[in-house]
């Protein structure tokens, strides 16, 4: 079958977004796994034809996709308001960051999107009138009430490819914006965290670890569906009694003390002299009252959000950011402690509930939970 020029550009494009970088020998198998037979000529032509376009070269016969950083432009020119402490911005976080200062960022708590496209507009139109895309579950299952959830057990091989890009490209962004020694705290979940932790160590992260979460989130323990009489006794998966949020580090600037000195961050902050950070924190379900405030599917709760905002600055300075602000509950949890934050948000009807539910979350007097 003859090859088109087209078909050698998606297949080197779609892999080199799934690498930090890769040799030409590299490129040329993982396009002939894709299309067949191709003439190496070809795809040493098109990454010539690309550099130093859409192609960095960073050695000899070594490339990676190049990220576009405009040169001229200024983050002054999304919208922008302030509330408290914190400045939620409307905007795509990836065109934002490719215009944020570098060094600029203490550390980041965000809860991002899996499925890569339930927040879309047309998805979130879908949510909005209650009824199909991605978030359509069926009411009740096996017994129990079921509310909006993100497929993710039905992502596609093509769907994780896809999944690991985004995340290598928001973590070589992000990765530029932050200081030596930030935190970077995403929410997960034991399907996919694993996915992500790859790619943001690709971009240059740290894997430092996990927090788990204690709460049960994604529901799993059912029956096998249309077949739950016939196998009372079997769970399709386990039910999930715990959240994982990855946790990662940008590399230090020297030791630890020399980056705490120059950076003001490069570890946790300690709950008390007497009791460090944990890596597990006991949680509960987002109570009504907060979902009443911020109607967004993803909320998390006060009580565990300000827990790990509070940890996440050492020293208590420095800019704590939120790439996918949604209804603003992490820029809450920093106004409540204290902290100066940035969220960015695209998605308009979320971003002016931010406006509300900010100020009136971080008044809020948490839900108490006992404690480890």
């Not at 940008?250 to 570890?267: E, I």
């Not at 602000?325 to 992490?330: F, I, L, V």
Request: positive net charge; glycine residues 8%; charged residues 25%.
């Amino acid at each position: 079958m003859r090859k088109s020029p087209g078909d050698v550009r998606d297949s080197i494009l779609d892999y080199l977004a799934t690498m930090d970088s890769a040799s030409i020998t590299e490129i040329y198998d993982a396009v002939e796994n894709r299309i067949g037979d191709v003439s190496p000529s070809s795809v040493r032509s098109w990454l010539n034809l690309n550099v130093p376009g859409r192609i960095e070269r960073l050695d000899r016969g070594r490339y990676r996709l190049k990220l576009e950083m405009p040169p001229k432009t200024s983050n002054s020119d999304f919208e922008n308001i302030a509330i408290g402490k914190t400045r939620m911005i409307a905007a795509d976080c990836f065109d934002w960051l490719r215009r944020r200062e570098p060094n600029s960022i203490h550390a980041v708590v965000t809860d991002p999107p899996y499925g890569l496209n339930e927040y879309s507009v047309k998805e979130q139109a879908k949510l909005r009138n209650g009824r199909g895309g991605i978030w359509r579950l069926p009411p009740a299952f096996d017994g129990h009430r079921r509310a909006p959830l993100p497929r993710f057990t039905i992502l596609t091989h093509e769907d994780r490819v896809s999944l690991r890009a985004f995340f290598l490209e928001f973590g070589r962004l992000l990765r530029r914006a932050t200081v030596p020694g930030a935190n970077v705290l995403i929410a997960s979940n034991p399907l996919l965290g694993h996915i992500v932790a790859s790619a943001m160590n690709e971009a240059g992260f740290e894997n430092r670890g996990s927090i788990v979460r204690l709460v049960m989130t994604m529901r799993g323990g059912d029956r096998p569906k249309n077949a739950h009489e016939e196998f009372s006794g079997v769970s399709v998966m386990p039910r999930s009694m715990w959240e994982p949020w990855i946790v990662l580090r940008a590399p230090l600037d020297g030791r630890v003390q020399d980056n705490l000195r120059r950076w003001k961050t490069g570890g946790f902050r300690r709950v008390s002299d007497d009791k460090p950070f944990g890596d597990v924190i006991r949680s509960h379900p987002t109570p009504p009252k907060e979902r009443k405030i911020a109607a967004h599917p993803s909320l998390k709760p006060q009580s565990f959000l300000r827990q790990i905002v509070r940890g996440a600055l050492p020293l208590g300075e420095g800019i704590v950011f939120d790439p996918f602000a949604g209804s603003g509950s992490t820029l809450a949890a920093a106004n409540h402690v204290g902290y100066a934050s940035i969220g960015v948000e695209r998605d308009r009807n979320y971003f002016e509930l931010a406006r509300k539910a900010i100020p009136q979350l971080a008044r809020l007097v948490a839900e108490p939970i006992d404690p480890l």
